[in-house]
């Protein structure tokens, strides 16, 4: 079966597979609406008087804090720029390159601070591990997003989704067509998985793949840790964390990661080839949630009232992510046709764990990764 666009079809699979602290109210009456809510407290703008007084609050408070976003990853750059124009509000970015777990460890150490970081972009598995972290709050298109992709309590809704890729320079290594190639002898040092997926959720998704396309599925991935076992053994995998300068300097030929990614390398390098095998198209969404503990609780609303417009998912569309909203939004005809039509089609029926399923190959991770891979 052939899906294009994907986005589309990722939306409708849901129907069939389930994808699957709080900051001390202000004593600031510039944060409160008539009725005394407080943006820390804010289950919807309409809490704060409306759209209006949340942007007013947010533009009080100034600034938003995010972590572990990368400029390159799924536009994010354009994006923090666009919200920065657009609200006259400074976004700090802190750890560009970090994963997931990152993101909750500096929420953890740096809670009750200025510095904690306000909202949360994360894989499915650190995101289920973490929900007591992440305050309620439901944006005003929310009724658009699919309900197999948000929490019924507000606490966390999918942002934007791929397939699980290889990306790879073909002036350095042969063609792939299976994730067999990779075991070859011309593979030796040169095969990267982007992060440790035990905490990233771009390296869970490429053992999951890696499963799928070994007989495994989202209930079993040991067949995945069996590969990248066989992948070390033959000197094949590569333990460093890729990025867009480990992939220009030649370190990093052959990268495991989401498409959207692995696309972005394919403008910068003419040689950069991307290929999402037949055999196991592996799907997922990240997780997007606003910390309980945020220093700027207006600012984290607003951002998010911003990712989920119109908008913001074109803006993460241009990325060559696939935005959760994609299917309401072509039919309202809201979305960038251009950009939704020139999506890479994908064949086979693709794979989405369902939380469930995440949570228990987590654990059979956390349990087995490390004792394979070392």
Request: charged content about 20%.
């Amino acid at each position: 079966m052939k899906f294009r666009p994907v986005v589309a079809s990722l939306a409708t699979l849901a129907t069939m597979t389930a994808l699957a602290a709080c900051a001390p109210p202000s004593d600031d009456d510039d944060n409160k609406d008539d009725g005394g809510s407080s943006a820390a407290t804010a289950t919807s703008a309409e809490d704060l008087g409306g759209m209006e007084a949340l942007v007013e609050a947010a533009q009080e408070e100034g600034e938003l804090n995010v972590i572990a976003v990368p400029p390159t990853w799924a536009n994010y750059g354009e994006i923090i720029s666009t919200f920065e124009k657009k609200y006259d509000i400074k976004v700090n970015s802190a750890q560009p390159d970090g994963d997931s777990q990152d993101e909750i460890n500096a929420a953890v150490q740096l809670a009750g601070t200025d510095r904690a970081p306000d909202v949360f972009d994360l894989a499915q598995s650190v995101a289920l591990a973490n929900t007591e972290m992440f305050a309620e709050y439901r944006v005003d298109t929310w009724d658009t997003v699919p309900e197999e992709f948000k929490a019924g309590d507000g606490t966390w809704v999918n942002d934007y989704g791929g397939f699980m890729s290889i990306g790879y320079d073909a002036s350095k290594v042969p063609a792939i067509t299976s994730l067999d190639d990779l075991l070859e002898p011309e593979f030796k040092g040169k095969v990267a998985l982007n992060g440790d997926p035990t905490e990233a959720g771009a390296a869970f998704s490429g053992v999951l793949m890696a499963s799928v396309a070994n007989g495994g599925s989202a209930d079993d991935i040991a067949p995945g840790v069996e590969f990248f076992a066989a992948l070390k053994k033959a000197g094949n995998f590569l333990p460093v964390d890729p990025t867009p300068a480990t992939i220009a300097s030649g370190q990093t030929p052959v990268v495991i990661d989401w498409d959207y990614l692995n696309a972005v390398e394919s403008q910068n390098l003419d040689d950069w080839e991307v290929f999402v095998p037949e055999e196991a198209p592996v799907a997922g969404y990240y997780f997007q949630a606003i910390n309980a503990d945020a220093p700027h609780p207006a600012a984290a609303r607003l951002w998010q009232e911003f990712l989920y417009s119109d908008e913001g998912q074109n803006l993460w569309l241009a990325g060559g992510a696939r935005p959760v909203r994609a299917e309401a939004m072509a039919e309202a005809g809201t979305i960038d046709a251009e950009l939704y039509d020139a999506l890479p089609p994908v064949t086979g029926d693709p794979v989405i764990a369902t939380n469930e399923q995440t949570e228990e190959m987590a654990a059979y991770l956390s349990e087995n990764w490390a004792k394979a891979i070392g």
